[in-house]
């Protein structure tokens, strides 16, 4: 199953790549929502190999997830290969110049799974496909207006 939206920034190309690439906000974000997040790489900077280990609470149970950044194309965009017990999923966000102080970002997310309980929660998610897809959209919107009020931010001062 697979979801994927695009949204237009107010940044530049590269501006908007260093937001969308600061994975220790994601990692302290996440960590403001109740998740535990750790680190398992032992990579200095940025680039393919970088691991984080997860866990969290959804839906009144704990879940556990891996997450390995596995294409990193500086100012172009980053893939990344998420597990569960019960699901995989690839993550990819894509940068497209449109002009010098606008970028056309493209989220998407392709799950599939890897047990019965996660083909039910995949058959159970096609049954509210629309519903998701308009879920997805407006999370990635929210994310989206989130980085461009940081660059301006970073822009003023």
Known sequence: MKFSTKEDIEASMADAFVLFADFDQFERSALRRGAQ?????SLKRKDVGMCWD????????ARKVSAELIAYNPNDGYEMDIQSPDLSA???LELMSLSKS????T???ELKP???SGRLMIQTMRLGKSRLDKRYRIKASD???IIERQHKSNVKA
């Open 107 to 109: 989220f998407s997310v």
């Open 37 to 41: 997040v750790r680190r398992t790489d």
């Open 54 to 61: 997860a866990g969290f609470k959804f839906r009144g149970k």
């Open 114 to 116: 890897k047990s019965l």
């Open 143 to 145: 994310f989206a207006r």
């Open 90 to 92: 690839i993550a990819s």
């Open 102 to 105: 606008r970028t056309r970002a």
